[in-house]
């Protein structure tokens, strides 16, 4: 009997340990076959596997640059006191990449044979191009000065805004024109409404964005480098809603959207461990990605009016987040909605911002940007939308 119940512990007693065995050495196993690589590692081998197929052998020159040290621009706040700003850029050798691409433009035109070649689309793009009030310095090609930190003016408002100056392209092509009714849809933290802001030509901007947190950055830019007389309930709206909604809430609207969305931001995902797209825990949603983009951009292109644009704009270099998006919603949008939009040809922007930014030729939609070290910004996508109907 005793000898029973000491057969009876010893036996309990060995299932307890086979069990305890067992729980560790699955632990341990599931420890070490799967390390845990910082997120920025796991954009890198995911970006050499898809870009290098995308790119080829232009990939390492890519990569190399995304590594290296982005290049900033100073876009001059035309609301403050600019006069000494731009005199102190000029004297370091910074130049307006806007205003060289008009002088360039303005060469073109007058050369018969070279405007000839451009299709009527691609003169209109120039001609409002030649017409922009935004001034965006940059250093010239090779050179890696940086512009030191933008100081308050006599008034309290901010001299310029440091961004890539990629970034202003999206704006350019949305080609503001004056009294237009603008909306941003994912606007936050607000460097491209700033920039809408600039042309002085928006009659009313709604700038939205989903996130309340990148909202309040929005409001800081604002009231950093804006009047208060030019920001009024009566100018600006500022708002915070899920901007797939917005084709029910505001259809046929604006004159002008744009939709620069969420992204993997590959720049960022390379080199920033903080607020990662590639960590493991966000795989579900970088995966979802295509599909929030094509709801936002269809959504952007509803509320839309007929004869209006919308701007679609990216910094990541994935044709799964740029061209395919744009030709989906853009199949979305007749199939569902009976609503035609027409990507415009934007390639006139290669020509006149070569000097500047380096681009890719082989689109087949839209512009992309490529990092180059001699040029250091982008990625940066965007492709412009003509609603017909
Ligand atoms: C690339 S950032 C926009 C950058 C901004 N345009 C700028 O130039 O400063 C994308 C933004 O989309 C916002 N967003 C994400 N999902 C959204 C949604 N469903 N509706 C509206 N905004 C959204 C994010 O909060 C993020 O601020």
């Known amino acids: 009997m005793a000898a029973c119940m000491v057969m009876g512990v010893l036996q309990r007693k060995v299932t307890v340990l086979s069990l305890t065995f067992r729980r560790h050495k699955f632990k341990k196993k599931w420890a070490t076959t799967l390390p845990k690589l910082p997120s920025s590692s796991l954009a890198l081998q995911y970006f050499d596997i898809n870009y290098s197929m995308q790119f080829g052998e232009q990939w390492p020159s890519i990569r190399i640059s995304l590594l290296c040290e982005q290049k900033y621009g100073a876009l001059v706040n035309n609301f403050s006191e600019k006069e000494a700003v731009m005199k102190n850029f000029y004297s370091s050798n910074a130049t307006d990449f806007i205003s060289d691409a008009q002088n360039l433009i303005s060469l073109y035109t007058k050369e018969k044979n070279v405007s000839d070649e451009l299709s009527v689309n691609a003169t209109a793009n120039l001609s409002s191009l030649s017409k922009s009030k935004l001034t965006c310095f940059t250093f010239s090609r090779g050179d890696i000065s940086r512009f030191p930190k933008s100081r308050p003016d006599c008034f309290g408002l901010l001299e310029y805004y440091l961004m890539d100056a990629s970034s202003l392209l999206p704006v350019l092509a949305l080609d503001i024109q004056h009294g237009h009714s603008v909306l941003d849809l994912c606007a ?18 709604t700038a939205n964005d989903l996130s309340v947190s990148r ?18 309930d009566k100018n600006v709206q500022i708002t915070t809603r899920d901007g797939r909604l917005w084709g029910d809430v505001e259809n046929s609207t604006y004159d002008r959207v744009l939709v620069d969305v969420p992204c993997t931001t590959d720049r960022h995902s390379l080199l920033e461990e903080e607020n990662n797209i590639f960590h493991r825990m966000r795989t579900k949603q970088r995966q ?35 061209e ?58 965007f492709c412009k939308l003509l609603r017909i109907r």
Do not use: W
């Not at 936050?188 to 901007?205: E, I, S």
């Not at 830019?221 to 009024?232: A, F, I, K, N």
């Open 288 to 322: 979802m990605l295509p599909l929030l983009q094509t709801e936002l951009l269809l959504a952007g292109i509803l509320s839309t009016k007929p004869g209006g644009e919308v701007v679609y704009s990216t910094c990541t270099l994935s044709q799964l987040q740029n």
């Open 188 to 205: 936050a933290p607000g460097g491209k409404t700033l920039a809408l802001l600039q042309t002085n030509n928006c009659r009313f901007l």
């Open 324 to 381: 395919y998006v744009v030709e989906r919603a853009v199949e979305l949008a007749a199939s569902e909605h009976g609503v035609h939009v027409e990507p415009q040809d934007l390639s006139c922007f290669r020509k006149v911002f070569k000097d500047t930014f380096n681009f890719y030729q082989d689109c087949r939609v839209g512009e992309l940007v490529l990092p180059h070290l001699t040029a250091n910004f982008g990625p940066m996508f």
């Open 215 to 232: 909202c309040k950055r929005l409001q800081t830019v604002m009231r950093s480098y804006v009047p208060r007389d030019q920001r009024t």
